[in-house]
């Protein structure tokens, strides 16, 4: 077994891992779900629209998100080696460090949060609210905040998926050959599991579908019972019998699942590429 196997304390299985990434789902669809209950709002996006005493000249969105993680980053939270921040200059913590398991080799700290941040607000934004400005700023703003934190952790999972890969035997001296080598396109090969992502986007249609069903009292009778049949996940979706009616979801279902195979699983991939090419930097 090489040097660089023994470095590490035990990392989580690739199972394990995966299965974190099906939990994160849940997550992610609901914190959309929360934010397309507020109109687009666009102004809270638009730099130079609100003015701050401070003369900050960003958008309101990030004006905010800039406020949060200074406060999240006092309690220490991007200490821990699952959660990046957005924002740069973050203060020290308040709270002693804790000691983490030295899982990960990155000496890069990859972060990929501004390509998240882009696709997110020029996106998913306009695809999951109706257009329209209904003032509810600050809380269109907390839910966007959510939907970022879930996305950031989600992606930069890659880094906890490329070191178990790595470290798995069956691979390791094949990963070892392609990083000394900067194969980027054959570790990209080699790290994709086509099966595992075509299992996934089935899923989270399933999930959109059946999370964004509204249960509200509105589609159930005097007894609890639900009045406008809803379709099974497996089936084609419809409601009321209607075959070419799409389901009335309170996400777009469609939206979740080019949101996750056109960037989610992308941003992933090359977070778990990035990780693998410098993951020999300090041999
Ligand atoms: C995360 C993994 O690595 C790749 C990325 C995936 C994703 O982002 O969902 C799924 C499969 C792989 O192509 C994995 O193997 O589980």
Partial sequence: MSRNLLILAAAPTLGELRDTLVRLEDT???ALIERSQFKHNNSIYEENK???????????LTWFLKEVEHVHAKVRRYQSPDEYPFTGNLPEPVLPPLAYPPVLVDPQNINVNEDI???????????????????????????????????????????FVAESKF??????????????EQNRDR??????NAKVEELLLKRLKAKAIIYGQDL??????????????HE??????????????????????????????????????????????????SD
């Fill in 216 to 229: 509200s009292s509105a589609s159930m009778d005097a007894n609890g019972n639900v009045k406008t049949p």
């Fill in 167 to 180: 470290q798995d035997p069956a691979t390791h001296d094949e990963y070892v050959r392609l990083i000394r």
């Fill in 232 to 281: 099974s996940p497996g089936s084609s979706p419809v409601i009321g019998g209607k075959a070419e009616e799409r389901a009335k979801t309170r996400v777009d279902y469609d939206l979740v699942v080019s949101l996750y195979r056109d960037y989610v699983i992308p941003l992933t991939k090359e977070v778990e590429v990035e990780y693998l090419l410098h993951r020999l930097d």
């Fill in 50 to 60: 609100m003015s701050f005493k401070d003369g900050y000249k960003g958008s309101f």
């Fill in 28 to 30: 992610i669809i609901f």
């Fill in 187 to 192: 570790l990209m090969e080699l790290l994709t």
């Fill in 117 to 159: 941040f882009d696709m997110y607000v020029n996106t998913v934004v306009p695809g999951i609210t109706q257009p329209g400005d209904d003032t509810n700023y600050g809380s269109s703003a907390t839910r966007d905040i959510e939907c970022l934190q879930a996305l950031s952790r989600r992606i930069h999972y890659g880094k």
